[in-house]
C-alpha cells in the first residue's frame, strides 16, 4: 500500500505522517483474538430475548430464519473479508470507502460511524438497567439517576482504561469474556432440555409454520435475528494490528459467524422444546416473557441457572461495550486519517501501538450520550442501526477495485462478480427492515455529514481537495440519492411505515433500488479512480 494510498484521496502531503501513525500500530493479532472479538461483538445482552421474539414470529419455523441470517450475513462477511485480506489498514471499514467512492462518501460514511459511537453509550445503558436487579436506584423510569450516571461514567471509564494498553492485553482480556459467553449458552441449553423436554413441537400448535413460511422472513427482521447475528465486521477494524491478515482475517470472521449462528440456534432448540404445555394455548404468539430464559429457570425450578442469567446479562453487554469502545477507537483513528475529523487525534502511542486520543475523543462522545436530555435516547437507539450503511459502502468498494485498471483485491473470494451486488442488496434490506421509526431520524443525520463534507473543502481546510467540487458531488451523489429514497420507501413500506406500500413488494422495491444504485456507484467509483491517480495509486 502506497502513501498516496493511504491519502484522503487528494491529500498527499498528509500521507507520510498518516503512514508513520499507521507503522506504529502492534501486528499481535491472531486467529483466537481476532474470532474472539468477532464473537463478543456478535453476542451481547440479546441472546437472552432473541430466541422468544423468533418463536413468536415464525414459530418452529424460526430455525430456518436463524439459517438464513447466517447466509445472509456470510454473503456480507465475504465482500468485507476479501477487503481486509487486500487491504489491511486499522480502521479499515471506514477507509475503504473513501477509497473507492471519494470524499463525500467517505465522509458521509464516517459521519454515520462517529455517530453510531452512541451504540456502545447504549450498552452501557443496558448494563446499568440489568445491574439495577443487584443495586436498585441506578435507574428512574426510563433515565439514569445521579447515582447511575454516575456509574455508568465509572464503567466508560474503566472499559477505556482496559483499552489503554497494547492489543495483545485487550485481546486476551476479550478471550476471557468470550469462553464465559460460550459457556453460559451452552450451560442453559443442557440445564433447561435436561429439565423439560417436550417433544412433538416441531408438528403441535399450528405445525412446523404456523404463521406460513413467509414469517421466517419476517423474523430475520421483526424477531430480531439479523441484529443478533449483526457485529461480525469487528475483526476487520483490526486488520491493520494482524498477524498474515490474509490467513487469519477470513477464518476469524467466518468462525465467529458460525459460532454464533450454532449458539443461536441451540437456544432456541432449547426455548422450543422446554416451553411448559400450559402457556401455549394461545400458540407460539401467546408466549410472553420479561425474561425469557430466566423465567423459564424458575418454572423448571433451576434457581441457579436464573441467577447465572442474571449476572450473564450484565456480563454481555459488558464484553459488547468492551470491544465497542475498542472498535470505535480505531474508526475514530480512521476517520482522523480521512481528515473527517483533525489529525491531532490520529496519534498511535509509540510504546503501545494504541490510538489513546482517539479513545479519549470515544470517551467524551459516550458520556454526552449517556446524558438523560430529553430525545436523546431516541438517537442512541437508531444510529447504531447506521453502522450497516458500511456493508452497502463495503459491497461498491471491493466491486471499484475489482473493476478499475489493475483490479487489486487478494483474490480470497470466488464469484465476487455476482457476491458483490447481491451484498449491497443485502446490506440495503438490513437498512431497511430497521423500520421506519428508526430511520426517520437516522437517515438524515447521516444527510447532516454534509456539511463536515463542505466544510472540508473551505480555504484553509486540513483536508485540501485536489477535485472540484462539481466533481466530487457528482462522484458521491449515489449515496444522497440512496439514502433519501430509502427514505421515501421505508415511510411507505410495511416495516413501521404507512403500508402503501404492501408486503412483499416494499422489500423488492427496496432492492430494485439497490441494485440500480449499486451500477451507479461502481461506474462514479472507477470513474474517479480513473480520473485522479493520487486515489488509484
Known amino acids: 500500500m502506497t502513501e498516496r494510498q493511504v491519502s484522503d484521496g487528494g491529500d498527499e502531503a498528509g500521507a507520510p505522517e498518516v503512514q508513520a501513525q499507521e507503522r506504529r500500530l502492534r ?5 483466537w483474538g481476532l474470532t474472539g472479538i468477532g464473537f463478543s461483538n456478535i453476542v451481547g445482552s440479546g441472546w437472552l430475548f432473541a430466541a422468544m421474539y423468533a418463536a413468536q414470529t415464525a414459530g418452529p419455523a424460526s430455525l430456518l430464519s436463524w439459517i438464513g441470517a447466517g447466509v445472509l450475513c456470510t454473503l456480507v462477511a465475504l465482500v468485507m473479508i476479501e477487503l481486509g485480506a487486500s487491504r489491511p489498514e486499522g480502521g479499515g471499514t471506514v477507509r475503504w470507502p473513501l477509497y473507492a467512492s471519494g470524499p463525500l462518501v467517505g465522509t458521509l460514511i464516517g459521519w454515520s460511524v462517529l455517530l453510531s459511537v452512541g451504540g456502545t453509550a447504549a450498552e452501557i445503558s443496558a448494563i446499568m438497567q440489568y445491574a439495577a436487579h443487584y443495586l436498585p436506584g441506578l435507574y428512574q423510569g426510563s433515565t439514569l439517576t445521579a447515582s447511575g450516571l454516575a456509574v455508568a461514567g465509572g464503567l466508560s471509564v474503566l ?21 464465559f459467553k460460550i459457556v453460559v449458552p451452552v450451560v442453559t441449553v443442557f440445564a433447561l432440555i435436561a429439565s423439560g423436554w ?10 412446523f409454520a404456523p404463521y406460513g413460511y413467509v414469517a421466517c422472513l419476517t423474523a430475520l427482521a421483526g424477531g430480531g435475528i439479523v441484529y443478533s447475528v449483526n457485529g461480525f465486521q469487528a475483526p476487520l477494524d483490526f486488520s491493520g494490528e494482524t498477524r498474515n491478515p490474509r490467513r487469519t482475517i477470513p477464518a476469524a ?3 465467529g459467524i458460525g459460532l454464533a449462528v450454532l449458539m443461536y440456534l441451540a437456544l432456541q432448540v432449547a426455548f422450543l422444546f422446554t416451553v411448559p404445555e400450559h402457556l401455549l394455548g394461545g400458540g407460539w404468539k401467546g408466549i410472553s ?12 425450578n433451576l434457581h441457579w441457572l436464573s441467577s447465572l442469567l442474571y449476572a450473564d446479562a450484565v456480563l454481555s453487554p459488558g464484553g459488547s461495550a468492551y470491544v465497542g469502545v475498542a472498535i470505535d477507537a480505531r474508526h475514530t483513528y480512521a476517520l482522523a486519517k480521512n481528515g473527517t475529523i483533525p489529525r491531532y487525534f490520529m496519534k498511535v502511542n509509540e510504546r503501545f501501538g494504541i490510538p489513546r486520543r482517539a479513545l479519549v475523543v470515544n470517551l467524551v462522545v459516550i458520556l454526552v450520550f449517556l446524558l438523560p436530555f430529553g430525545g436523546w435516547q431516541d438517537i442512541v437507539s437508531v444510529m447504531g442501526d447506521m453502522y450497516l450503511l458500511i456493508y452497502a459502502a463495503s459491497a461498491v468498494a471491493v466491486a471499484v477495485f475489482r ?3 489493475g483490479g487489486r483485491t487478494a483474490g480470497w473470494v470466488p464469484g465476487l462478480r455476482y457476491i458483490a451486488p447481491l451484498s449491497f442488496v443485502v446490506a440495503t434490506e438490513f437498512v431497511y427492515w430497521s423500520g421506519w421509526h428508526d430511520l426517520r431520524l437516522a437517515l438524515p443525520l447521516v444527510l447532516g455529514g454534509l456539511l463536515i463534507f463542505l466544510a472540508m473543502r473551505r480555504p484553509g481546510a486540513h483536508a485540501a481537495p485536489v477535485r472540484p467540487l462539481g466533481a466530487e458531488l457528482r462522484t458521491g451523489a449515489w449515496l444522497v ?3 433519501a429514497v430509502l427514505t421515501v420507501l421505508s415511510s411507505l413500506g410495511t416495516f413501521e411505515g404507512s403500508g402503501r406500500l404492501p408486503a412483499p413488494y416494499d422489500s423488492l422495491a427496496v432492492a430494485v433500488l439497490a441494485l440500480g444504485v449499486f451500477r451507479w456507484a461502481v461506474r462514479s467509483g472507477v470513474g474517479q479512480l480513473t480520473a485522479s491517480p493520487a486515489a488509484a495509486a
Open 198 to 207: 417436550h417433544s412433538g413441537r416441531l408438528t403441535d400448535h399450528g405445525g
Open 159 to 179: 472499559l477505556t482504561a482496559l483499552n489503554w494498553f497494547a492489543v495483545r492485553l485487550f485481546a486476551r482480556l476479550n478471550n476471557l469474556v468470550s469462553v
Open 403 to 405: 473493476a478499475e485498471p
Open 27 to 31: 501486528r499481535d493479532l491472531g486467529f
Open 481 to 483: 440519492a440512496y439514502l
Open 253 to 255: 470472521v467466518l468462525t
Open 289 to 300: 416473557f420479561e425474561s425469557p430464559f430466566g423465567q423459564l429457570a424458575l418454572i423448571l
